[in-house]
């Protein structure tokens, strides 16, 4: 589970993916004014977002002296003077937040919210971040009028966590009001995103897409999120879980499921510090279901050496007994549309997912229970 970020994180992260849309790119040019962090770097970077979505953050830079790219275009390294000038192209209006090192040098401040689109002014005025921009930004004024609409719904939900699906419901059918009074806004579509990476999959972003207007279809982010969420609706509960070649550790196959009533599978990774955390648990939970017709499943995405020889460790050191993969071919992320760790997969004997659940240990046992009975 991808929660707080830091800047070495947003490095690592804007590492994963690179889109392979090949269409049109509009223009823009970035004004921006930062006199508190002069001669100093700040980073133009995606904000916190699970693996399967930065790939749609394609940020095409004029790069130069104090403009570099970082991580494929998803996001700037900008050594600031007194003027900054960023050009380059972007698929659509795209959301990004400035970091910058904090006062004692210690860690990073980040940035609210902003649109890149063209001819955007945005003056930096402290340490934390706190900014002003172009009073007739017309897609920046646009997501601040959509905040101000979502801000009671959005309260009650918390970021990469499990929510109540009641406060989900609510948010999406507000969103989908304000889609069909503004079928044209671009911030509207990357609330979708937002929300869909955030709090996870909900049927309804479906029924939400098709209300955008021609020209947000046409973009490339509408197209490649389009596909994304296709693909998780698929492999989503009530979907069938493909099968899956791990190459020389073997496969994942329907017929591996029809010796068991259920098969929990654990994606993980050993550079996620809440699944190391909690592999204790899961061993006692085994333990106490393995006589019950429960079968565990791990898969590890982790593609080195090193990394392979460190989950096989952690394994070691708590006594894990069940089958474990590594995701060496990428199989697993790309049919299943797993975008971050832990992610726990539930599967009846016939191959049905019964249950996608993006962390949510706490409610496991409970899951469990009710898919016995």
Not at 13 to 28: G, R
Not at 120 to 138: A, G, M, Y
Not at 204 to 226: H, I, M, N, R, T
Request: charged share 25%; with cysteine.
């Amino acid at each position: 589970m991808i929660q707080s970020i830091d800047m070495k994180s947003i490095s690592l992260i804007v590492l994963f993916l690179v889109s392979n849309s090949a269409f049109s790119q509009e223009q823009f040019k970035l004004e921006l004014t930062a006199p508190v962090f002069e001669n100093d770097s700040i980073l133009l970077a995606p904000p916190p977002t699970t693996k399967n979505i930065i790939s749609l953050y394609d940020l095409q830079l004029n790069t130069g002296k104090n403009v570099k790219s970082i991580g494929n275009s998803k996001g700037a390294l900008l050594k600031i003077q007194s003027q900054n000038t960023i050009n380059g192209t972007v698929p659509c209006p795209l959301p990004v937040m400035i970091m910058g090192p904090k006062e004692d040098r210690k860690g990073f401040n980040q940035s609210k919210l902003f649109f890149i689109e063209n001819d955007l002014k945005i003056h930096v005025i402290d340490k934390e971040l706190n900014f002003t921009r172009s009073p007739d930004s017309r897609v920046n004024n646009d997501y601040k009028k959509l905040k101000e609409y979502l801000q009671k719904v959005d309260e009650k939900l918390k970021p990469f966590e499990k929510n109540d699906p009641a406060d989900i419901e609510n948010r999406d059918k507000l969103l989908k009001a304000y889609i069909r009074k503004n079928p044209g806004s671009f911030p509207a579509f990357w609330e979708i995103i937002d929300n869909f990476s955030k709090y996870g999959f909900h049927k309804g972003y479906l029924g939400d897409l098709p209300l955008f207007s021609k020209k947000v279809k046409a973009s490339s982010c509408f197209k490649d999120f389009e596909r994304i969420l296709s693909l998780e609706n698929s492999t989503n509960a009530g979907g069938n879980f493909p099968e899956i070649d791990f190459g020389t550790d073997g496969k994942i196959t329907k017929s591996g499921f029809e010796g068991y009533k259920i098969t929990l599978i654990d994606y993980w990774s050993t550079s996620c510090k809440p699944c190391i955390q909690e592999l204790p648990e899961l061993v006692k939970l085994y333990e106490k279901y393995k006589g019950r017709g429960v079968n565990f499943i791990s898969v590890a995405d982790d593609r080195t050496q090193q990394r392979i020889d460190l989950a096989n460790k952690i394994f070691k050191e708590n006594n894990v007994s069940w089958k474990s993969y590594f995701d060496l071919n990428k199989e697993f992320t790309k049919k299943l549309n797993a975008g971050g760790y832990p992610l726990f997969i539930i599967v009846d004997r016939d191959g049905k997912i019964l249950s996608k659940e993006l962390g949510g240990q706490e409610t496991l046992e409970s899951t469990l229970e009710q898919y016995l009975k």
